[in-house]
């Protein structure tokens, strides 16, 4: 089968190696954007650096290629786009403005009748005061319209501190690529935050993994110190999920894998974010498969290749093997990695398995609380959640205290 994995990085990778161990070589595209990352790829199974739609969907179109996907977050239109214009497996076309906007997709969950944030987008500061109208209470959130991990994200608790991160945003690179011509003023919501993971298959939508996150604000940012799988969900937890297939629904979602953020506010749950893709990071395969059963990329390699394995999974009830953690390292402060003296007290914590994009000496930390994994990522696993959470607390410890990485100045 030919698969077209469109910006195989993070997560996307994780995704190439799940279909090479299913023995099908997939064909990388690469945005220009990535045009280093696919310099140095070798691509056994051939490589395109994308230059103009038609010239892409040509070279597809005499490939016979079966589905095209995306990898990462910046390559979930094109992917979209260039498998309905392939008459591929996709999502629904005349829902993609809302799966781009975040000011849309709330239009949307709304047409659909499921209950969704306050979300205002303003273009200029002079909109902010008619923009701050439509919220009840402080704090409102301010973030890009698309982004990702932290980035530009602000908690506000006045007016004033609103316009003042309106201001700084408007303007500025987004970490996704693209500039924030537009920035939003969303409510801020309460209540623990969950990660549901899925992948749907001509509009089935089966759950992989459920996840709750920790978060500490920071300097008035949201900032994800870490999250653990949750293997058994209480009723409160399946109306999550549920709300999150409704959501799901209302944004066209057909065939994808998908990356969804939900609060359990007192009002019930209430959307975040869809990302239409795996989850972020490198999903490492060892520790997923030994304490699930599978990971989120290996089971989406086993819909794409239409394998017996997906469809005995998507008729089993949800109980994954055990529980994983992962811990979003992060430097005390800005400056050059010189020394990583934390490393090895994490190493002998009981659940600690692995780590994965650890910075190397000499890197700069310009952001010391971005969320992408830039500082390193810490897997924990085991049987016992309570146990992974306990060496997860340490680790923060580690961190906090200044002990993971000794910092020079740049």
Excluded at 168 to 174: F, H, Q
Excluded at 200 to 217: K, N, P, Q, Y
Excluded at 268 to 279: A, H, K, Q, W
């Amino acid at each position: 089968m030919k698969v077209v994995v469109v910006d195989p990085i993070s997560s996307g990778a994780a995704l190439a190696d799940a279909l090479r161990e299913r023995g099908t070589e997939p064909f990388l595209l690469y945005r220009p954007v990535l045009a280093g990352a696919f310099a140095a790829d070798p691509a056994p199974g051939g490589k395109l650096l994308h230059e103009s739609f038609d010239d892409t969907l040509a070279v597809l179109r005499d490939m016979g290629v079966e589905a095209v996907v995306a990898g990462t977050e910046t390559g979930v239109t094109l992917a979209d786009e260039l498998a309905a214009a392939l008459g591929l497996p996709h999502n629904a076309p005349e829902r993609a403005e809302a799966r781009r906007s975040k000011l849309h997709k709330a239009r949307a969950l709304a047409a659909a009748g499921v209950p969704g944030p306050v979300t205002v987008e303003v273009g200029d500061l002079a909109a902010v005061p008619a923009a701050l109208a439509a919220f009840t209470r402080f704090p409102v959130v301010v973030k890009p319209v698309a982004s990702a991990g932290s980035d530009g994200l602000a908690v506000c608790a006045d007016a004033e501190q609103v316009h003042r991160a309106v201001g700084e945003l408007l303007g500025t690179a987004s970490a996704v690529g693209g500039v924030n011509d537009t920035v939003l003023l969303q409510e801020h919501l309460t209540g623990t935050q969950y990660v549901v993971n899925a992948v749907s298959v001509a509009g089935r939508h089966v759950l992989t993994d459920v996840w709750i996150c920790r978060f500490d604000e920071i300097e008035g940012r949201p900032i994800l110190r870490h999250q653990v799988s949750h293997s058994t969900l209480d009723p409160a937890e399946w109306a999550v999920v549920e709300y999150t297939f409704a959501c799901l629904d209302a944004l066209g979602v057909v065939n994808c894998a998908t990356h969804s953020e939900i609060r359990l506010t007192p009002d019930g749950p209430r959307l975040i974010e869809v990302n239409y893709r795996l989850m972020g990071l490198g999903l490492a395969a060892d520790v997923f498969v030994q304490a699930h059963g599978y990971s989120h990329a290996t089971l989406f390699a086993d819909a794409l290749l239409g394998r017996p394995e997906f469809d005995a999974f998507a008729a089993r009830p949800y109980q994954p093997r055990g529980d994983i953690g992962f811990v979003m390292m992060r430097a005390a402060g800005r400056g050059t990695v010189s020394a990583m003296p934390g490393l090895d007290e994490i190493r002998r914590l009981p659940t600690f398995r692995c780590f994965i994009r650890l910075p190397q000496l000499g890197m700069q930390i310009k952001d010391p609380l971005m969320t992408t994994g830039t500082a390193g990522v810490a897997y924990y696993s085991g049987p016992d959640a309570a146990a992974i959470v306990a060496d997860m607390e340490t680790t923060h410890d580690i961190v906090d205290s200044g002990r993971l990485y000794t910092m020079s100045d740049s």
